[in-house]
C-alpha cells in the first residue's frame, strides 16, 4: 500500500501559478492527478496537438490543449485575491477538518 499525502488544492479551487514560463496567471483547476502530483488548469500551459481525423474531430488538425502543471507551481487564491498557503484545522462549529488560508485565517470553500 503506498501512503499518498493529501493535497492542498481540489477541483474548481481558484490558482496562481508562482513558477515558470506562465508565472503570474490565474485559471481554475479542472483536473488533479495525485499520484502524479500535477493539475491541469483552464487556460493555462496551452500547447499544440496535431491529431488525426477521428469520431471527436472529424477533420484532424491542430488542436489547443492544456498540459498538466506541477503542483509546486501554484499556490491557492484565497477570498481576497492573495496567493496564500493553505493549512488544515478541525471547524468548532461542525468539528470537521476545514482548509484555510495562512495568509488571512479565513477557510477556502
Do not use: C
Not at 477521428?54 to 477570498?79: F, L, Q, R, T
Request: proline fraction near 3%; glycine fraction near 12%; charged fraction near 30%.
Amino acid at each position: 500500500m503506498i501512503n499518498r499525502k493529501k493535497l492542498f488544492v481540489k477541483k474548481g479551487d481558484n490558482v496562481m501559478i508562482i513558477a515558470g514560463e506562465s508565472k503570474g496567471q490565474q485559471g481554475k483547476v479542472l483536473v488533479v492527478d495525485s499520484k502524479k502530483q500535477k493539475v491541469i488548469i483552464e487556460g493555462i500551459n496551452l500547447v499544440t496537438k496535431h491529431s488525426k481525423p477521428s469520431a471527436e474531430y472529424p477533420d484532424g488538425g491542430i488542436i489547443k490543449k492544456e498540459a498538466p502543471v506541477h503542483i509546486s507551481n501554484i499556490m491557492v487564491i484565497d477570498g481576497a485575491g492573495n496567493a496564500t498557503r493553505v493549512g488544515r484545522k478541525k471547524d468548532e462549529k461542525s468539528g470537521k477538518l476545514v482548509r484555510y488560508s495562512k495568509k488571512t485565517g479565513e477557510v477556502i470553500k
